[in-house]
């Protein structure tokens, strides 16, 4: 157990609606991350926040958004969903910082049909 | 070229045996190194964590890099069916805000 909570663990949704997923990081962890992995990949970095703020991001567009709460959860928001959008969406922890380890909840499987 | 490659598999491998995973990179500025390992369906979970280059080992498993290479490697000793999974390299290169960069994974079989 990585104390990496996410949900809803299975969801599926038509094309063009938009999509929230959340994530309950490990206590102690001011840093989430959340990465899309599509069937046969590994994981894509799509942005992270550290203390409310976006501090990085991948090659994702604008649809993507997300939130970082005062109690360091999260959620991530997608927007006008595409078929491609299809994949597990994994939030990960960490204490921010250099070199700190990188934990990982179950994820949310999102099918878009 | 991707800047992680991994070989996706699969590799099979009778129980008891020594597995070596590998993974090549391009991007010289990456210096902490990870190996994760997903079950069907579930999140990635750590086993290894390495900064620059090395080797570490715990328990069964072992973890290398070589930077000059810019490779890195996970060795299973005596192999065992539960090891049977997907294993992911992942490396970054420090200071927070880059995430992870991933390879495809190796889906590797135990046989008993």
């Known amino acids: 157990e990585t104390g990496v909570t996410q949900s809803p663990t299975h969801l599926i949704k038509t094309r063009g609606q938009q999509v929230t997923l959340r994530c309950s990081s490990q206590?102690?962890?001011?840093?989430v991350s959340w990465y899309q992995q599509a069937l046969g990949q590994g994981p894509q970095f799509i942005f992270q926040?550290?203390?409310?703020?976006?501090?990085g991001r991948g090659n994702f567009p604008p649809r993507f958004s997300g939130l970082q709460f005062p109690n360091y959860s999260s959620e991530l928001n997608v927007n006008a969903l595409e078929l491609d959008d299809s994949a597990l969406y994994l939030c990960?922890?960490?204490?921010?910082?250099?070199?700190?380890?990188?934990?990982f909840g179950e994820g949310s499987w999102l099918t878009v049909v | 070229q991707k800047e992680v490659e991994q070989d996706p598999g699969p590799l099979s491998v009778p129980e008891g045996a020594i597995v070596s995973l590998n993974c090549t990179y391009s991007?010289?500025?990456?210096?902490?190194f990870m190996w994760y390992r997903q079950y069907s369906r579930k999140g990635p979970e750590l086993l290894m964590y390495t900064y620059s280059s090395g080797n570490k080992e715990d328990g069964r498993f072992t973890a290398q890099v070589d930077k000059s290479s810019k490779y890195i490697s996970l060795f299973i000793r005596d192999s065992q069916p539960s090891d049977s999974a997907t294993y992911l390299c992942a490396m970054h290169v420090g200071g927070g805000a880059d995430g992870l960069t991933f390879g495809k994974g190796t889906h590797l079989i135990i046989q008993p």
């Open positions: 991007n010289s500025a990456f210096q902490y």
């Open positions: 990960a922890s960490s204490l921010g910082g250099r070199g700190n380890t990188i934990y």
């Open positions: 926040y550290y203390r409310e703020e976006e501090n």
């Open positions: 206590s102690g962890h001011n840093t």
